[in-house]
């Protein structure tokens, strides 16, 4: 079987820094910016090879895709996740986002009855306060020149992911309490996790286990179970307090009229109440809903911000806001987020720019021939780089990198295919909780913008330049380094 893949991976373009024995594995020594580097640079190089590339890292074989027909037939035909993520359920178990298929299955089924629309239309009120908190926080730093964004981000995301609240105590408050153990603990893992998939000398367990690194690597894991643990335990004890106080009520869940706004209650219930999730399954479900939800959303709220910054002009364009959402303090609603449209559009176009997730890494289990015609063969990971497609200029044409939110007006978004653009994936494991990121990123951001003005140094190319880093999401080196300025009443529209 090796032979065969060795000879099939023979017949496919190889980058041009190959080494015999290590393959590519002398690229990925550097910090976690350097990576993201060397992963841009094969998604260009993967782009000049008609969209396929072949890469060993050590004795894996990788392929890198960025065709969207074969990144479609990958994302239907490969759904088990590749190994590398063994080093990510050391934290989150069998938690779908990562599990081997035959878990993911069940628990997918679970999960999307959570996400539909009528229950996540429910969490905008949630969105509302956590985004009028963020912006009370962040009054601290306006007017006082740049600070880092991405403290504010990360705790308002992590607020407004509403899994960690039950009624008898324990709450995270992350944005009132940015030090949360927890949260430095997601954010410590994720780096640690990172580097053990890039680096080929921290994968080996009897090796990793004497480094000091591995010590703090158990901390987190231990904090952040612990603080999920206490959380299920508390809101067990609260559904449990609830049916003995009113037994008479009918305890039946009704989704429609589902109105507790915590997804610990969504999981429990729609598991099968006491005889469903275990307290390790939901503790693994939590987590992958923590993990998914939070870095990502506050990513892509961040690098936004960085893009109106650096082009006033679209931030003129912003100014147009429908009236009605700026005339007074009050919070958002859904209604309000249906029409912000020309913000809908600086999103999807931040999010092809920079994609919080720039590349998903799936397993060939049996050798598939791609619509393009290369055989991807049993046995070897494949990168589908979302980067790369995103910036094609066979798809996006010849400014596929210009900063350009108007490419999503209805008359010129015209994509050939589905996958040329697919900021939150494709296909049966695609993102489920993307209506959900939308509406809470587009409340944050509007919420924000009413009161202030975004300051950067302007960017006098039309391609905007960001250093960026991989954490496993894609995040910006400066922690999104921003000024705000606090925008005159009158001033606006
Ligand atoms: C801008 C924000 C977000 C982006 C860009 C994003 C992107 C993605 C991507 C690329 C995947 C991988 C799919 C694959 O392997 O094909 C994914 C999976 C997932 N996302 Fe998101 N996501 C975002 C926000 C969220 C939020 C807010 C939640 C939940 C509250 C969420 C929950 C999930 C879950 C549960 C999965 C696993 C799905 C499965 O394997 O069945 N995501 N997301």
């Known amino acids: 079987r090796r032979r065969h893949m060795v000879k099939l991976a023979a017949a496919l373009p190889g980058p041009r820094e190959e080494l015999p024995g290590i393959g590519l594995a002398h690229k990925f020594i550097g910090d976690t910016e350097a990576i993201m580097h060397q992963l841009q640079h094969f998604s260009y190089e993967c782009m000049e090879n008609d969209g396929v590339l072949r890469g060993w890292l050590g004795n894996t074989l990788f392929f890198v895709v960025v065709n969207p027909g074969d990144l479609e037939m990958v994302l239907k035909t490969c759904l088990e996740k590749d190994d590398l993520h063994r080093f990510i359920r050391t934290v989150i178990g069998n938690g779908g986002i990562f599990a081997p298929v035959s878990i993911w299955r069940r628990r997918r089924k679970i999960l999307v009855p959570a996400f539909s629309p009528k229950v996540v239309e429910n969490f905008v009120h949630v969105f509302a306060e956590q985004s009028d908190k963020l912006v009370k926080q962040l009054s601290r730093c306006s007017g006082k020149g740049k600070f880092q964004a991405w403290p504010f981000l990360s705790t308002y995301t992590l607020d407004s992911v509403c899994v960690f609240e039950t009624a008898i105590g324990v709450k995270i408050n992350a944005q009132e309490n940015p030090d949360s153990p927890f949260l430095r603990a997601m954010c410590d893992i994720l780096n640690m996790i990172c580097k053990r998939i890039f680096h080929l000398w ?25 603080f999920t643990d206490r959380v299920i335990e508390s809101k067990r004890e609260e559904l449990k307090r609830e049916k003995e106080s009113k037994p008479e009520v009918d305890h039946e869940f009704d989704l429609g009229a589902y109105k507790k706004q915590t997804f610990l209650d969504l999981l429990i219930h729609l598991s099968g109440g006491e005889r469903g999730y275990s307290n390790v399954e939901l503790r693994e479900e939590v987590l992958t809903l923590t993990i998914a939800g939070t870095d990502t959303s506050a990513v892509a709220i961040g690098f936004t911000l960085q893009l109106l910054g650096k082009y006033p002009e679209i931030w003129e364009n912003i100014q147009s806001i429908p009236r009605v959402i700026f005339e007074d303090d009050r919070m958002l609603v859904k209604e309000d987020l249906m029409k912000l449209k020309y913000l809908e559009r600086v999103v999807k176009e931040s999010l092809r720019l920079f994609p919080p997730v720039p590349l998903i ?32 200029p066979r798809y996006w044409g010849p ?48 919420t924000i913008l009413r009161k202030y ?41």
């Open 399 to 446: 400014d596929a990198e210009r900063f350009d939110p108007d490419r999503f007006l209805p008359e010129r978004f015209n994509l050939e295919h589905a996958c040329s653009y697919m900021p939150f994936s494709n296909g049966p494991r695609n993102c489920i909780g993307y209506q959900y990121a939308l509406m809470s990123i587009k409340t944050a951001l509007s």
């Open 361 to 392: 890494i799936r397993k060939v289990l049996e050798d598939i021939t791609l619509p393009s015609g290369r055989i991807l063969p049993a046995g070897s990971g494949v990168a589908c780089s979302i980067w790369g497609v995103h910036r094609d």
């Open 453 to 493: 003005r975004v300051i950067m140094d302007t960017e006098e190319s039309p391609y905007p330049y960001i250093r960026v880093k991989i954490d496993i999401m894609m995040k910006a080196v400066d922690g999104y380094e921003l000024r705000l300025e606090r925008r005159e009443r009158d001033h606006h529209i």
């Open 202 to 226: 921290l994968q080996p367990d009897w090796l990793f286990k004497i480094l000091p690194m591995y010590k703090k690597h158990q901390e987190c894991i231990h904090t952040m179970h612990n």
